[in-house]
């Protein structure tokens, strides 16, 4: 218990351990309040536009916080948008995706203020419905400028092949009628440079049609938050098309805006050997932290070290009985015992929005932290979430 306590005062979080109900995410609000006012800062400078891309991080129960910065959220689907709609009341709501259903597409013209579209066919096949809607509807079209410095094939939306996004050569010679700007998103986990060679692409073959948009939406992947990034570089980035065009920017990161100001707590249940001391651990990566095996990654744990570096060397394996559901090998300075806590960093990007309930693996409870309540459980899982989703 006493060394829990001391990881707590580490990560500067004041909670009583013995009760904590572990697996349980805790996005603590004044890391995610200091993002968002990073976020401002660029919105003030360069009166840009900045959406909560919510694909990464839809804790809904934290949109009033966010909305005290931010112009709005950006949707990957109906159901997001709706999200966006009801939790961020009164901000925009943008809609990208590679293709609307049409059942849902007049509930989308319901709630949107952008719509973006991933070809002129389907623009096409909407365009009466907006039209006629009577709602002011901005529309907006993906370009692909086949430019990008993501190396992994799976992150990359401009590698040969890809689906998303509009060529030069398919972009020419289309009527342009009712649109009004245009969208790209063509990073991932990146800096300002990457974004500056990435806009002189865009300039150099979109321009001509960039000058008679509204606006244009740089898209997400730009890790404004992180210590290292550039946003002098940002800033000019997007002053450079403002005044070049004379168009609004919007930027709709996701990741930065949540980034490391959230933390995933688990429990230390048993242990294995097996020529390696192995424990395990009341979370899973495949169902808790899927991108540990998707990127895949090894997610850093408040107080250990590479393997090897301190005397005690563990793998971290999870309750399911995929073999390869394993968070990784950490070292740790005092042995493990069953009941200890790990503070898993950087845990509200890319999880809560991703969990899975595999091999029936409940769901981690799901709290906030902020100076004037403390820690806040904000919803705990049970057999009925499970259920729900299968019949
Ligand atoms: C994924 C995505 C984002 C957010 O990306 P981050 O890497 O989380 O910043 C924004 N826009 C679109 C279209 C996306 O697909």
Known sequence: MIKNDLIFKTIDLNIDTSCLPTPI???????LEKN???????????????LLAQKAFSMFSLYPVISKYLSGTAASSLFEARLGFEEMKGKEVHI?????????????????DHIIFNSFSQWNKYKDRIRTSNKKIECGLRINPEYSEIETDIYNPCSIGSRLGITLENFKGNDLDGIDGLHFHTM??????????????????????????KWINFGGGHHITRPDYDINTLVECIMYIKNKYDVEVYLEPGEAIALNAGYLAAGVMDFVKNNIDIAILDTSAACHMPDVIEMPYRPKIIGTGEPDQYPYTYRLGGLTCLA???IGDYSFKEPLQEGDILIFTDMAIYTMVKNNTFNGVNLPTIASYSEKNGLKIIKKFGYEDFKMRLS
Request: aromatic share 8%; net charge negative.
């Open 25 to 31: 995410y805790i996005v603590d609000e004044r890391l």
């Open 36 to 50: 968002l006012k990073i976020l401002k800062d660029v919105m003030d400078r360069t009166s840009c536009r900045i």
């Open 96 to 112: 990208y995706s590679p293709a609307y259903r049409e059942d849902e597409f007049d509930e989308i013209i319901g709630i949107c």
């Open 188 to 213: 991932c986990e990146q800096n300002s440079d990457v974004l500056k060679r990435t806009i002189e692409v865009v300039d150099k073959k979109f321009g001509k049609y960039i000058k008679k948009m």
């Open 324 to 326: 390869g559901d394993i």
